[in-house]
């Protein structure tokens, strides 16, 4: 799932640990998710959805509703209020609602060409997202999963109905994408980047004493390189189905 995430961070399934619901190894009674009443309480800020269409893109003929994109948005913005919490940023409600539009224009695009490609789930694949959702955010089991939602006031339905696409979407991205994995040198050459970094940043000595050996954080950095790598392919491959779909947003 690693893959899709951030494409999919409007997505259900994926956005799980933006939602409150995840643990994340914490005890999710101590971090409850906010509600729209103690966010009113507190003078956090609320999302508006006002006079926004019932329509609110089209992809390739196909809709995406104001009650999909109102549970992305307002997850998103969760996420958003909990960061502006933190660094005072206000949040700019008009560039957000664009940025989960076109997260769930990508989703769709996704979905639809991995539907003509043949790719379609089980209800043994459809489990298997689940349980990958329930151990990356520390839950321990589909059921967790689906009550954590249903307390969000996402049905089950809705729940594999996003697992459904994100196992199409992984697929398909597995399909058409063939991403060697970084050689040793490669590897190499991105760590001596980060130590030049850190030296030129001071005086050279105390900034690279602080990275660890090159062989304790090998594996990192190949992580780091092929979701580079992945990213890069699934940003080329979106934009070839942009342009040769339609796409159409109603904001």
Do not use: H
């Not at 549970?71 to 919490?85: R, V, W």
């Not at 990275?211 to 934009?239: H, R, W, Y």
Request: glycine residues 8%; proline residues 4%.
């Amino acid at each position: 799932m690693s893959i899709t995430r951030k494409i999919l961070a409007a997505s259900v399934v994926a956005a799980l640990a933006l939602t409150g619901c995840s643990v994340n190894g914490e005890d999710a009674d101590e971090t409850p998710a906010p509600t729209a009443s103690a966010d009113a309480q507190s003078g956090a800020p609320e999302a508006d959805l006002d006079g926004l269409p019932d329509v609110v893109a089209v992809v390739n003929g196909e809709e995406i509703g104001l009650e999909e994109f109102s549970t992305a948005y307002e997850t998103q913005f969760q996420q958003a209020a909990m960061s502006q919490q933190q660094t005072g940023q206000e949040i700019d409600q008009d560039q957000l609602k664009q940025q989960v539009a076109e997260l769930l224009i990508n989703n769709r695009l996704l979905t639809q060409a991995a539907t003509g490609a043949g790719i379609e789930p089980s209800d043994d694949d459809i489990e298997a997202i689940l349980k990958d959702a329930a151990e990356q955010n520390g839950m321990g089991s589909v059921e967790e999963v689906i009550e954590a939602f249903g307390e969000q006031g996402v049905s089950e339905e809705q729940v594999r109905r996003d697992a459904a696409s994100q196992f199409q979407i992984d697929g398909y991205i597995e399909a058409e994408t063939d991403i060697e994995p970084p050689s040793d040198e490669e590897l190499r050459e991105q760590y001596d980047a980060v130590v030049e970094q850190a030296t030129s940043q001071g005086d050279g000595s105390e900034e690279a004493g602080e990275i660890p050996p090159f062989k304790d954080v090998k594996d990192q950095l190949a992580q780091q390189a092929m979701t580079q790598k992945q990213n890069a392919a699934i940003e080329e491959i979106l934009g070839e189905l942009r342009e040769s779909g339609e796409v159409e947003i109603r904001l």
